[in-house]
Nanobody, 119 residues
Framework: QVQLVESGGGLVQPGGSLRLSCAASGSIFRINVMGWYRQAPGKERESVATFTSGGRINYADSVKGRFTISRDNGKNTVYLQMNTLKPEDTAVYYC?????????????WGQGTQVTVSS
């Protein structure tokens, strides 16, 4: 069994910063893809920033230049540094990873962490 545990959400003023963390644990042979999604009220879940299986990084156009994704492979952890936050960044942020146990692979989701940008 695999778990993704997120942390770091909260309330921040416009222009502020937050750093999210997502740690994967359990039966992990290889993490193929790992990244962040978000879902605002009344909207569909969207990709924010992800590491692809080839090691490239994809960012949503709305966060380019403001958000930075990074990872610590030794800790099976991915981070999302969010700077210059805007009210439209308010959403529940979810970590997602495609993980192989050496036999099969599947997609896992974290429980989500709320990010609220408001004055």
């Amino acid at each position: 069994q695999v778990q993704l545990v997120e942390s770091g959400g909260g309330l921040v003023q416009p222009g502020g910063s937050l750093r999210l963390s997502c740690a994967a644990s359990g039966s992990i042979f290889r993490i193929n893809v790992m990244g962040w999604y978000r879902q605002a009220p009344g909207k569909e879940r969207e990709s924010v920033a992800t590491f692809t299986s080839g090691g490239r990084i994809n960012y949503a156009d709305s966060v380019k230049g403001r958000f930075t994704i990074s990872r610590d492979n030794g800790k099976n952890t991915v981070y999302l540094q969010m700077n210059t936050l805007k009210p439209e960044d308010t959403a529940v942020y979810y970590c997602n990873a495609d993980i192989s146990n050496g036999i099969v692979h599947r997609s896992y989701w974290g429980q989500g962490t709320q990010v609220t940008v408001s004055s």
